[in-house]
């Protein structure tokens, strides 16, 4: 493994640890916790979406369609 990769599979480690630790030490209240926020971060991502003009919209997906990206 890289260095680059340890250094990122370090911090998402130290990530999980701070959770669960926020958790009590609930490894399911911790997943629990997370779902909720990603939850929230969904919502705040289609409010952003529709609150975007429909020109901006098409032409982002256009450029990620080009990157090769599905869009």
Known sequence: ???ASQIEV????????AVIAQ???DPRGA???L???N????ADLEKALRAA????????????CQEGAIG
Do not use: F, I, N, Q
Request: glycine share 12%.
């Open 1 to 3: 493994m890289s260095t």
């Open 10 to 17: 370090d911090a998402y480690d130290a990530a999980c640890s």
């Open 23 to 25: 958790c009590g030490g």
């Open 31 to 33: 997943v629990k916790a």
């Open 35 to 37: 779902l909720c926020a």
């Open 39 to 42: 939850e929230l971060l969904e």
């Open 53 to 64: 003009s429909a020109g901006y919209r098409r032409r982002g997906s256009v450029k990620r």
